[in-house]
């Protein structure tokens, strides 16, 4: 268990988050196509796990614009945004943002991974989402950057989680 802010408020978060040089859990989450897919459907690949609340505020949409971009530009690796959101939410904003370098995955049936990643918010009015975070994988799936954001309304540091690649 974890408190991150909301505006300034405390906010419970529930599971635990990964640390750095241990291996990630695996999970099962939903992409656009409805399709269940898994942590291991990426093997082989370095992963950017950038999780947040939802695609419909400004700061989680911004997130996934900005690693969108990078992803563009990085070797071997998959940049998936997991939030809570219905799929549909999620294609729909990546259609309409012209974003196709981001895979968008759903919690909703897989709501197991919100305490599996440390990222199950439990209190105030944003329970049941996802806490903003990143996670970074290499190809093995053993964690080489994790940032739990320690207030919701903030964009995660891209720059330590993209150096993390390098």
């Known amino acids: 268990m974890a408190t991150v802010t909301l505006a300034g408020n405390p906010v419970t978060v529930n599971g635990d988050f990964p640390k ?8 099962s ?43 563009g530009k990085l070797e071997n690796t998959v940049v998936l945004c997991i939030s809570a959101d219905l799929p549909f939410a999620l294609a729909r904003f990546c259609g309409a943002e012209g974003l196709d370098n981001v895979v968008t995955l759903s919690t909703l049936r897989g709501a197991e991974f919100k305490q599996a990643y440390g990222v199950d918010i439990a209190d105030g009015v ?14 093995a799936d053993k964690v080489l950057h994790a940032e739990l954001v320690d207030e919701i309304t903030h964009e ?5 989680a993209l150096k993390a690649l390098a």
């Open 156 to 160: 995660p540091n891209y720059d330590a």
């Open 29 to 71: 989450l939903v992409n656009k196509e409805l399709a269940d897919v898994t942590l291991a459907s990426f093997a082989g690949k370095r992963k950017v796990l950038n999780i947040f609340p939802s695609v419909d505020t400004s700061v989680c949409a911004a997130s996934v614009r900005h690693f969108n971009e990078a992803a």
């Open 20 to 27: 750095a040089g241990t291996t990630a859990k695996p999970f």
């Open 126 to 139: 944003l329970a049941g989402l996802t806490a903003r975070a990143v996670v970074v994988l290499d190809e």
